[in-house]
């Protein structure tokens, strides 16, 4: 039988993407608020026995995720085979540990959450940090899907000399990958965090600027304070105004403004929508969720 592919929240349009390639067919769903503002859900379409993959951009997730979870019960309910979740963005995989004492681990609460509604996941450059690997949080089987493929393309036809710099620590991971694929060097600097909005960088990786156009490269830009110090740091070290080039265009308040103020140019993928999306990695999930949907059940 024919995968189903619903899609919850899809505003870059990634579900029919998903079904072509997993040989699926879109059902449909019905949401809407009562009217005290709960989640209601209702699945036009008939999941006993089939894979259903259930689309969701759960950028801004707290609105989001009732309606999620009584979709992925729903299905569960009607029959469904197995259901997989095709979330281009995994939120609040950054609060990974107690930073203070008594914080709550959301990372952990939320993948657990996810893990007991669905049988696998499927989404692109999760924020992995201090949780290594998506598979040391989710039970079932589940993708990390690259968006680095998509982004090195993209700076391959658009930016001349491209020196790929990465912000902090945890961005080498995608700096290194983007500038690999890419076919030129890279650079990471050091960030520290004080606060939410409070970040400083520094860094004296930046001795091949010379002649190269820098282009910034980071998982998740949501305050742009990372970006903008980078870019500081950068002219501050001669270079000129950077390329930012972001996975998840999360873009909190004016973020966007701030950061195009200081930027040669912001671009995005469309993993969260966002009129920056200029690089598509819809067919990079959309392999993911077929590849999960290609092994047999567990
Ligand atoms: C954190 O480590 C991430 O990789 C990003 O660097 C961070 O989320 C960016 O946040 P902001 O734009 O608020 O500085």
């Known amino acids: 039988m024919k995968p189903l592919v619903l899609a919850l929240d899809d505003p870059s349009g990634f579900a029919s993407v998903v079904a072509a390639e997993a040989g699926g067919e879109i059902g449909q769903v019905e949401t809407r608020r009562f009217p005290d503002g709960e989640s209601y859900v209702r699945l036009d379409a008939a999941p006993a026995g089939r894979d259903v993959a259930i689309v969701a951009a759960l950028d801004r ?26 979330a281009p963005y995994l939120p609040y995989m950054r609060q990974d540990i107690a930073f203070r004492p008594g914080e709550s681990v959301s990372a952990r609460t939320l993948t657990g959450l996810l893990s007991r509604a669905f049988d696998g996941v499927a989404t692109i450059d999760p924020h992995l940090h201090r949780i290594a690997r998506l598979s040391d949080v989710f039970a079932g089987p589940a993708v990390a899907a690259e968006a680095a493929p998509a982004i090195a393309a993209w700076i391959g036809t658009n930016v001349e000399a491209p020196l790929v710099v990465g912000p902090d620590s945890e961005s080498r991971q995608w700096a290194s990958r983007i500038a690999a694929l890419a076919g030129c060097p890279f650079a990471v600097l050091e960030k520290r ?72 140019a912001v671009v995005t993928t469309n993993a969260v929508a966002h009129p920056s999306n200029v690089i598509d990695v819809r067919p990079a999930l959309a392999r993911g969720v077929a590849e999960l949907l290609a092994a047999p059940p567990g």
């Open 193 to 264: 965090r004080s606060g939410d909005r409070e970040v400083a960088v520094s860094g004296e990786g930046l001795a091949g600027l010379s002649g190269r156009t820098p282009v910034l490269v980071d998982d998740i830009i949501s305050t742009a304070g990372t970006m903008i110090a980078a870019a500081a740091r950068i002219v501050e070290a001669g270079g000129r105004a950077p390329v930012c080039v972001g996975v998840h265009g999360l873009f909190a308040g004016d973020a966007y403004a701030r950061l195009a103020a200081v930027a040669s």
């Open 61 to 86: 997730p707290d609105p989001k995720l009732p309606a999620l979870l009584f979709l992925a019960a729903t299905a569960r309910d009607l029959g469904a085979r197995r259901g997989a979740l095709a």
